[in-house]
């Protein structure tokens, strides 16, 4: 059950995220970028390696990588059904198709190619052959039109993650700079009054 809800629930998860990316040691500026290579990769049909990629596109803009881990949260199972069908109906449109792919096709397609590496693995060790037929249908009719509307639609929503990231980040540091001086000044004058 934790693999579809969190131990201790969304709400608490989503607060741990926030609490992370606030308190991460760089510049507002790098946990922007981070956060924003995180929302962009999570946005394509990489599944098994937004990580990799969140933190390989962070490290080349220069962006927090653990920002960019924290931000592969952005796709969930609440925002991947939504994700998935606007990209591949972006990506058939623009590749000049008719007709896009469905979610249950794409899904069962996904389950598919699996199988289709397992029973590959074991033909290794046995006389099996080996069978690359749904690889090569899966990669025309659903990973590219999901890569390339996934590509966009990440850079669409990693643009407003950046702008919108920052001055909360911004804020959030001045705010607890200030309550850190507050909290100096007021042991300071505590230090003199005893002395």
């Known amino acids: 059950m934790n693999l579809v809800i969190p131990g201790g629930g969304w709400g608490r998860s989503a607060n741990y995220v926030m609490h992370?990316?606030?308190?991460?040691?760089?510049?507002?500026e790098r946990i922007a970028k981070g956060i924003a290579a995180g929302v962009a990769v999570s946005c394509t049909p990489l599944f098994g390696l937004h990580f990799v990629a969140a933190a390989s596109l962070a490290w080349a803009l220069?962006?927090?990588?653990?920002?960019?881990?924290?931000?592969?949260?952005?796709?969930?199972?609440?925002t991947f059904p939504?994700?998935?069908?606007?990209?591949?109906?972006?990506?058939?449109?623009?590749?000049?198709?008719?007709r896009s792919t469905k979610a249950p096709e794409a899904i069962r397609a996904f389950g598919e190619i699996w199988g289709e590496f397992g029973r590959n693995f074991l033909a290794v060790f046995t006389d099996a052959p080996f069978h690359w037929?749904?690889?090569?249908?899966?990669?025309?009719e659903i990973f590219a039109p999901y890569m390339l509307g996934g590509v966009i639609?990440?850079?669409?929503?990693?643009?407003?993650?950046?702008?919108?990231?920052?001055?909360?980040?911004?804020?959030?540091?001045?705010?607890?700079?200030?309550?850190?001086?507050e909290r100096f000044e007021l042991a300071r004058k505590q230090r003199e009054k005893n002395q």
């Open 153 to 181: 639609i990440g850079v669409i929503c990693a643009v407003p993650a950046y702008f919108l990231s920052l001055p909360v980040i911004r804020a959030y540091r001045n705010r607890r700079l200030k309550k850190l001086q």
């Open 62 to 78: 220069r962006g927090n990588i653990l920002a960019s881990l924290l931000a592969t949260f952005f796709g969930n199972p609440f």
């Open 133 to 140: 037929e749904k690889l090569a249908r899966f990669g025309w």
């Open 20 to 28: 992370r990316l606030r308190r991460l040691p760089d510049s507002p």
């Open 82 to 98: 939504v994700i998935a069908v606007s990209a591949l109906e972006l990506g058939s449109f623009l590749l000049g198709r008719e």
